[in-house]
């Protein structure tokens, strides 16, 4: 008999073993799972709601599912202030002594009773009953194991499978049984995929399970944390600390500014990300999808820092540059020579618009001709209105200056050293 209870022990373990491998998850929780489903099963099918625990040996491994239990001749007072539920519980540990003779004739109060539960008594229905429960406890499980995984991943780089797309939302395969979602939002415009096909996203964050639902992992390939991650990927000096990344903006799918510093006074930060002949930065813009880069050499002097964040080039003509009191954030009036506005302003104005969000500014570009044409009054009504914009036709060809094209269009996959 022994040697039977021994073998049919050998086999649950061996079955709870093999499920474990299946979900990827620990033997621990699975035999955690495991037992709370026995419990569940013996007090639904044996009609007791009261303490039932499961017993295994250290040593044989023989599993007993045991009824445990204090017989009292009355159910002791309880705290006044306890929700019925708690009532509930409490009473769970005690039992009648009228009720805990069926199980042992001399039971009495002050008794503890226990009494082994064979399971094969609960029939063939309570063991499925003990399947599904296993299996719903295995869906909780692995809900949570993927968010204890990846809570602490959030901001980092992954490489994924595109299994489908669900109402414009990609799904990702980013592991062993695990679906993460990249949202349309997060996607960049011309991002397009096939199923099957290789894609990298950082984790953007993750919801924490609830019943019946499991943690949702969400992908962003927007975020500027994507354009930090791909910087650690490709430059060697990135990762290890030598070079310091100070802040990163960015226009997605068109052009971001990536302000550099380097620890080492022997490493050019600017020239170490760019890499010989643009190639490091490249591999970044090819899968930003030609997104353009500008590598902009931080420095503590703000005045050095603003004028490299400004332009593309260290020579840049500022004729004069002044801050505007009363604007959060800061307002800085800026006045470059005429043969500069198209490099500072950028393709559609995106350059100066990524170097006030680099600088935490509100930056104003006129050209030199343009402030010299304007009157004092003019210029007063420019600089203090809340968008310059809206009254540029007041001055000189400000329509243009505002809305001038990039004269130096980028290449593809170009990127500027904004310290050449």
Avoid at 104 to 113: N, Q, R, S, V
Avoid at 197 to 218: F, H, L, M, N
Avoid at 262 to 287: F, N, Y
Avoid at 412 to 417: E, V
């Amino acid at each position: 008999m022994a040697k039977k209870i021994a073998k049919k022990n050998n086999m649950v373990r061996e079955a709870l073993e093999l499920l474990a491998k299946e979900k990827n998850v620990a033997i621990e929780d699975v035999f955690t799972a495991f037992k709370e489903s026995l419990i569940a099963a013996a007090r639904k099918f044996m009609k007791l709601h009261k303490n039932i625990e499961v017993d295994v040996d250290p040593d044989t491994e023989d599993i007993k599912v045991v009824l445990r239990v204090e017989v009292v001749d009355d159910f002791p007072d309880y705290d006044p202030n306890l929700s019925p539920e708690e009532v509930e519980k409490m009473d769970e540990q005690y039992m009648l002594e009228e009720e805990a003779k069926e199980y042992h004739p001399e039971a009495a109060a002050g008794y503890m009773l226990e009494v082994e539960l064979p399971f094969e008594n609960y029939g063939r229905l309570a063991i499925q009953e003990t399947r599904q429960r296993l299996k719903a406890r295995m869906g909780d499980v692995e809900r949570n194991r993927v968010f204890e995984i990846f809570k602490h991943k959030i901001g980092t780089l992954i490489n994924g499978q595109v299994l489908r797309i669900e109402k414009n939302n990609a799904i990702i395969s980013i592991g062993s049984n695990v679906e993460a979602v990249l949202p349309n939002s997060n996607r960049m415009s011309k991002d397009r995929w096939k199923l099957g096909q290789s894609v990298k996203a950082v984790i953007d964050s993750i919801s924490e399970p609830s019943k019946g639902t499991g943690a949702q992992v969400v992908l962003s390939r927007v975020s500027k944390e994507f354009v930090r991650e791909l910087f650690k990927q490709e430059i060697p000096e990135v990762y290890d600390g030598t070079i310091e990344i100070k802040g990163i903006v960015r226009i997605p799918g068109y052009r971001a500014k990536v302000a550099v510093f380097s620890r080492d006074d022997r490493v050019d930060p600017s020239g170490a990300c760019i890499g010989l002949k643009g190639q490091r930065v490249q591999a970044i813009t090819r899968e930003l999808n030609n997104e353009r880069i500008d590598v902009v050499h931080w420095d503590p002097d703000p005045d050095v820092y603003f004028r490299r964040a400004l332009g593309a080039s260290s020579n840049i003509n500022i004729i004069k540059s002044f801050e505007v009191p009363g604007f959060n954030p800061p307002r800085t009036v800026v006045v470059v020579g005429d043969e500069d506005v198209g490099i500072v302003i950028g393709d559609k104005g995106q350059a100066v618009r990524l170097a006030g969000m680099l600088l935490g500014k509100d930056i104003c570009i006129f050209s030199e001709s343009d402030w010299a044409n304007s009157s004092e009054e003019e210029r007063e009504t420019l600089i203090h209105s809340q968008d310059p914009r809206t009254v540029a036709k007041k001055a000189a060809n400000l329509e243009t200056l505002f809305n001038k094209e990039n004269s130096e269009k980028p290449s593809p996959s170009g990127a500027k050293n904004s310290d050449e």
